[in-house]
């Protein structure tokens, strides 16, 4: 894995470190250095938490229900009327449209 430090040599180091300092001066430097260590100390964070996540075997992971949403029920979408009329048989004496005799 080649790197920027690996392709850039020893002089065009100091050169660029040179150019930095003119840029931002003294003083800004160690707050520079800093941000970067942060950000690349998040990045590496980040990543080994993604490789965790992508390794971890299927048995350990869990679903969860989202938060806040209602499970889907079939028999309580039908109205109620309709519920009862498709679960009892109804007898054709008592049936409505039955021809009374």
Partial sequence: MNTIATLVSGQDMLFIFLIVLVLFGAKKLPELA????????EFNKAKDEIEREISKPAAELTVQPAP???EHNPAASIPAAT????TEPVSPAASPTAPRV
């Fill in 34 to 41: 800093k941000g970067m260590g942060q950000a690349v100390r």
């Fill in 68 to 70: 806040d949403k209602q």
């Fill in 83 to 86: 519920a009862v009329a498709a």
